[in-house]
């Protein structure tokens, strides 16, 4: 650790204040204002070479590596294709290698064959692929930008993005491949700024800001922080705060308001903006919790997200049995199957659609 430090330039000083360009391989900025120390890095760890003094230009070096920490290259040995395989040797499903020595460590399965490297369980499968849903996860994976059909510098998209996915129930989340997919940084850098549109409806759609303006507004901005903690003060004590204090509360949300006397109404108004703009629930979060209310459930925001990513992208290579509808049957059958909680099926797929 100490001799990572003293490769590097002090903490302070003017090569933080420096912008840099950090850009891919194939030219495309990728950041406009990375600091000295930062464009550095990448040239430190083999990742960049520079190929310009001024403005200082780091150009990446495929495969992408260091602080892409989802950038991978096809040959690392983790994202090479595995199979596991019930005991009859019908395929279950693909997995990473990392995954794979996971059943082997716990000795829930062997190794039957190095090329493709395939695992076999050792019992019997507590359920088999069924349907077009699970043939996605049969199917070997390749990796190339699902865009433009690159193979270069892939990172992972993720088609939903995780400040909703993080707030899904479980059986949407877990074992659950099929919303990230490969992207050139190219296409990565494209599509997440058409993200900002559909995030941008959807803080309208659910009442759910996304910006921290709100929040910076209601927790930094003095002013109003005095106004809400004296419109609390007076409706919690009116009774015990002595006349000189109550009369400067009261004048502190008589200024804001610009009026004269302080009514019930004020109050109430002053207390209620200061609920609404501490917005403490996460835009992300809000977006999940109105969708669950909705008759087609969490699914429609999943699907939502897919439509929206074909539609603004186009994408000519998508992986065979990747569809819009994904989760549907699976959970059906899953459903079926016992293999899922009750209500968080219904979160999934809305009351109207439940079997
Ligand atoms: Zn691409």
Redesign the pocket.
């Known amino acids: 650790m100490k001799e990572d430090r003293n490769d590097f330039p002090p903490m302070k000083g003017s090569c933080y204040q420096d912008s840099c360009f950090i850009v891919a391989p194939d030219g495309e900025i990728l950041r406009g204002r990375a600091g000295r120390l930062k464009a550095n890095w990448y040239i430190n760890k083999g990742c960049g070479i520079q190929v310009k003094e001024n403005p200082f230009t780091v150009r990446l070096v495929p495969p992408l590596k260091g602080d892409w920490n989802n950038s991978s290259s096809e040959k690392h040995p983790s994202n090479l294709t595995c199979y596991l395989v019930a005991p009859d040797g019908e395929i279950l499903r693909t997995l990473g290698r990392k995954n794979a020595d996971w059943y082997l460590s716990r000795d829930l399965a062997k190794q039957v064959k190095e090329d493709p490297f395939t695992i076999q369980l050792k019992s019997e499968p507590k359920w088999r692929p069924v349907g077009v849903c699970d043939k996605y996860y049969q199917t070997p994976k390749i990796i190339r930008?699902v865009?433009?059909?690159?193979t270069e510098s892939c990172v992972r998209k993720n088609v939903v993005p995780k400040e909703y996915r993080k707030h899904l129930p479980n059986i949407l989340k877990s074992h659950q491949s099929h919303d990230v997919l490969w992207?050139?940084v190219?296409?990565h850098k494209i599509s997440n700024n058409c993200d900002q549109a559909l995030r941008k409806r959807l803080a309208e759609e659910c009442r759910a800001p996304t910006g921290a303006i709100d929040k910076v507004k209601a927790t930094k901005d003095p002013l109003l922080k005095k106004v809400v903690s004296a419109a609390r003060t007076i409706k919690s004590a009116k009774d015990r705060i002595p006349f000189d204090r109550l009369a400067e509360l009261e004048a502190i949300i008589t200024e804001y308001y610009n009026v004269s006397l302080l009514t019930s109404e004020v109050l109430e108004e002053a207390l209620k903006i200061g609920t609404q703009s501490l917005n403490k629930e996460p835009h992300g979060r809000k977006v999940v919790s109105c969708y669950v209310q909705k008759p087609e459930g969490l699914l429609s925001l999943e699907i939502l997200w897919r439509k929206h990513f074909i539609d603004s992208m186009k994408p000519e290579f998508l992986p065979p049995y990747w569809s819009l509808d994904h989760n549907k049957e699976r959970l059906d059958n899953r459903m079926a199957q016992n293999r899922v909680d009750r209500e968080d099926y219904v979160k999934a797929v809305g009351r109207g659609e439940a079997v």
Do not use: I, M, S
């Open positions: 930008c865009v433009c059909g690159q992207l050139c190219t296409c």
